[in-house]
């Protein structure tokens, strides 16, 4: 499995760089998603045309993110050039869109539900009821217990946000981007059921690595340097760039081999009928 792993890791990263164009025309569009994001953050709503910015930055970074995402399914299929791709994605990515409604609905339910139990957590009545008291004498510090209802939760909220929801994502958005919505919603039980084997698991564990880990200690830890200020400067907006490329390509390849090992998978199942009724297909 970990042979099949490297090779889909592999695959991907060698399609990906042998047309820079296309990593041009990816980060690009990156780069102006992350500015829109910004920009719309740190616009003050106060006259019609910053209103009207607004909106329009609100619309934009989402549909790039699209974009980009539909690209990022389609790089490795066949020979891509970088602005048939770009204008094909353009077209195409509603259906990114759509086929990602129910996982957003479930995450909707999800932070709503989250935040309900949250309040009525053990350690959160706790916390709500101390600051409540009145104040005591000073006292040695007892160790408080581990509260494993909240640690069960936390747990449960990780696992759905950074793993079961974006995987089954993924595996989606390829299935709309290279099929069609008519075909990704017909077999979208196969394909969620694919996007939880164990390859799928630890290519998405790999990719985790490259698009947010390294992207986390390259932004968040500050790298203390008694020189000029100018030196300071270069090294952060170094920092930030490389951090950006990781997170973008990182992505980009995780996309593409999950992508390599889907055609690999149906490829598989194509070649190897079943033979009799206690056959057991290789992804069941």
């Not at 958005?173 to 099929?179: C, E, H, S």
């Not at 947010?212 to 340097?225: E, M, S």
């Amino acid at each position: 499995m970990i042979k099949r792993v490297f090779k889909a890791f592999n695959l991907a990263a060698r399609t990906l760089s042998s047309n820079w164009r296309i990593v041009a025309v990816m980060l690009v569009l990156y780069l102006v998603m992350l500015g829109a994001t910004y920009q719309f953050f740190v616009t003050r709503e106060a006259t019609i045309g910053q209103l009207v910015l607004s909106l329009l930055l609100a619309l934009a970074a989402p549909i790039l993110f699209l974009i980009i995402q539909t690209m990022a399914a389609r790089y490795n299929q066949g020979s891509q050039r970088a602005l048939g791709l770009l204008g094909g994605s353009a077209r195409d990515f509603w259906k990114v869109l759509v086929i990602s409604l129910p996982l957003i609905l479930i995450a909707a339910l999800a932070v709503y539900l989250f935040g309900k139990i949250e309040t009525t957590a053990p350690a959160t009545v706790v916390r709500e009821a101390a600051r409540a008291a009145p104040p005591a004498r000073v006292a040695t510090p007892k160790p408080q217990p581990v509260h494993w209802q909240s640690v069960a939760i936390a747990t449960i909220e990780y696992l759905l946000f950074c793993l079961v929801l974006p995987l089954a994502a993924i595996h989606l958005w390829i299935g709309a981007a290279r099929d069609g919505l008519k075909q990704t919603f017909k077999r979208s039980p196969r394909i969620l059921a694919r996007a939880f084997a164990p390859q799928s698991v630890v290519i998405y564990a790999m990719g985790f690595v490259i698009f947010a880990v390294v992207p986390y200690f390259l932004i968040v830890p500050k790298t203390p340097v008694n020189s000029a200020w100018w030196l300071d400067a270069g090294l952060l907006v170094a920092r930030l760039l490389l951090a950006v490329l990781f997170s973008l390509v990182g992505w980009v390849v995780t996309v593409g081999a999950l992508g390599e090992r889907g055609q690999v998978s149906g490829a598989v199942s194509i070649a190897q009928p079943s033979e009799g009724a206690g056959h057991v297909p290789a992804e069941a």
